[in-house]
């Protein structure tokens, strides 16, 4: 029997890359591969990418560079990029950098094992195109592995929408939607591995609108066929653009007994200038009032949002704009950044804000954020929650987990184990989780 082959997988970026990253493990499985934590030991380093940083594609040639002295002391060591870097990037990534054997974009994973073939023949492998097939049918899960209790599984991919500052429309392409029955396979088959919670992803998840057995269904639709699958406990989709929130998923948010009270809606900004500049084609105000409407339909609705801060020809009163925004929300938790050029995208030729001017609202704007975060932290205690536990704490005895509105919390109890749902009352607030204890079922 030969020895595996060991694979080294290096993730950058979103929640879909992570998603990615599992998928290409598991392509690449079929070839012999199993993963491994060191690039030391590897036959195979894939770097999967993210674009959305300053300067990623430096960073991803500082980071080949480093591979130099594996791959002189194995010969045989192939080493590939994945991601959006690898989309942006295209040829150019084995011309800088001829350490590189593959070069493989989102939409070709399914390709990765005729891809790595080629590259044992002693060849070159590129693909970024956009194929029309599916790529996920073609991707392969080896025989029924266990999973943890928590899972993703994307549903959409790519956006139409082309927000000033943002490069996924040009690297993940149009949005493309996976038919319905394909997605209820494989949350069944996840369930199955001992998966309890799934968390529904795309790029702009809430346009969903795959192909089911009587026309193109909603994410509402969507999330009430997962709803009855057997042994799922809950589910969560991110992420989401305030236009595209249907009246029907608004409504499951009331309904839906499964679909936890979590919400990810960037807003980007609370200036309807800087909005419209940014192409986001929703105002402040249109923002406000369907959060309103959520949280008319499910009053302890806790929101997340994404911010920029710094966009070119932000100024205080855009910013202070931002911030009003911000009190009237009353975010449970947030992300939030200073702009950054990407090149490529239109907001990358305009005219930048001041470096210092961006930190101090990026300061600021954190500052409001996290008294937030801790004010609507500190108000679960005291309160019972649904826990669902991922895993021993690092203290014996421990266990942590997350709440429905997606905390991490601590217990000290013998009583339960990775992927049990429990009733937890909480007992008090840290700076970044809750502590609680287990109440009898
Ligand atoms: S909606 Fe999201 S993914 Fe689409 S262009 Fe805007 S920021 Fe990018």
Not at 259 to 287: C, F, W
Request: proline share 6%.
């Amino acid at each position: 029997m030969t020895a595996p082959k060991k694979l080294f997988i290096k993730t950058y970026g979103c929640q879909m890359n992570v998603y990615d990253s599992e998928r290409m493990a598991e392509a690449l499985g079929g070839q012999g591969y199993i993963e491994t934590q060191s690039a030391e030991d590897a036959d195979m380093i894939l770097l999967n990418t993210c674009h959305i940083r300053e300067k990623a594609a430096e960073k991803v040639y500082s980071e080949l560079g480093r591979f130099r002295g594996l791959k002189a002391a194995n010969p045989d060591l192939k080493i590939g990029v994945a991601g959006c870097v690898a989309q942006a990037e295209g040829e150019e990534i084995m011309r800088r950098q001829p350490l590189v054997d593959l070069v493989v974009g989102p939409q070709s994973y399914h390709r990765l094992p005729e891809m790595e073939a080629k590259t044992r023949a002693g060849e070159k492998a590129l693909d970024t195109d956009f194929p029309e097939e599916d790529k996920f049918e073609k991707l392969k899960a080896r025989p029924k592995a266990k999973r943890g209790p928590t899972a993703f599984l994307t549903v959409q991919e790519g956006c139409d929408k082309f927000c000033a500052f943002c490069v996924v429309p040009y690297t993940r392409g149009a949005e493309v939607s996976r038919p319905v029955d394909r997605i209820l396979t494989e949350a069944r088959d996840l369930v199955e591995r001992g998966v309890r919670e799934i968390t529904l992803l795309g790029q702009n998840v809430n346009a969903y609108h795959g192909a089911g057995p009587d026309g193109d269904w909603s994410l509402a639709r969507l999330i009430w066929a997962l709803n009855d699958v057997d042994g799922l406990e809950r589910i969560r989709f991110t992420t989401s653009h305030p236009n595209d929130m249907a009246d029907d998923l608004i409504e499951a948010h009331a309904d839906c007994p499964k679909l936890m009270p979590y919400l990810h809606l960037p807003v980007q900004s609370g200036s309807d200038r800087i909005l419209k500049r940014m192409n986001r084609s929703h105002t402040a105000e249109s923002y406000l009032r369907l959060i309103e409407r959520l949280r008319a339909a499910r009053p302890d609705l806790h929101m997340s949002g994404d911010f920029i801060v710094g966009f070119p020809e932000e100024t205080e009163q855009d910013f202070q704009d931002t911030l009003a925004l911000v009190e009237a929300v009353q975010y449970g938790s947030a992300f939030s950044f200073k702009y950054s050029t990407r090149p490529g995208t239109p907001a990358a030729e305009r005219p930048q804000v001041d470096e210092a001017e961006k930190d101090d609202r990026l300061q600021r704007l954190q500052a409001l954020l996290t008294r937030q975060q801790r004010a609507l932290q500190d108000a679960m205690v005291g309160r019972e929650v649904g826990v669902l536990f991922e895993k021993p704490g690092r203290l014996p005895g421990q266990m942590v987990g997350k709440s429905d509105y997606l905390h991490a919390v601590h217990v000290d109890s013998d009583v339960v184990v990775p992927g049990d749902l429990a009733r937890v009352r909480i007992l008090s607030s840290g700076p970044n989780s809750l502590a609680g204890e287990v109440l009898p079922r």
